[in-house]
Nanobody, 125 residues
Framework: VQLQASGGGLVQAGDCLRL?????????????VGWFRQAPGKEREFVAA????????YYGDSVKGRFTIFRDNGPNTVYLEMNNLKLEGTAVYYC???????????????????WGQGTQVTVSS
């Protein structure tokens, strides 16, 4: 499956932004989808994930309550709605997909086999 992340941009602290992750080749019906981010000089950080079974969602502690991962009615796009963005939200955001990801691995980047190219989000003061 090929992934295309989009929707990044320059926003101010407190603003909202919605990222999209579009799948081609396959649908997301059989895959867990995750969002990760990587700021300059830092390790890749788990942001959010949606499991394929039942659509359960999971969030990193730093975004819980502000970000929402969801899928629309179609099976090919997953979104990351980001509210009240903070300066530390500046990073390249990546979407990823994988099949057969167990609950204990949903926050681990190594569990995802497919990655999009990333989209830059810059939060200014």
């Amino acid at each position: 499956v090929q992934l295309q992340a989009s929707g990044g941009g320059l926003v101010q602290a407190g603003d909202c932004l919605r990222l999209s992750c579009a799948a081609s080749g396959r649908t997301f019906s059989s895959y867990a989808v995750g969002w990760f981010r990587q700021a300059p000089g830092k390790e890749r950080e788990f942001v959010a994930a949606r499991r394929q079974s039942g659509g359960s969602t999971y969030y990193g502690d730093s975004v819980k309550g502000r970000f929402t991962i969801f899928r629309d009615n179609g099976p090919n796009t997953v979104y990351l709605e980001m509210n009240n963005l903070k300066l530390e939200g500046t990073a390249v955001y990546y979407c990823a997909a994988g099949s057969g990801i167990i609950l204990s691995s949903v926050r681990s980047a190594t569990a995802y086999a497919y990655w999009g190219q990333g989209t830059q989000v810059t939060v200014s003061s």
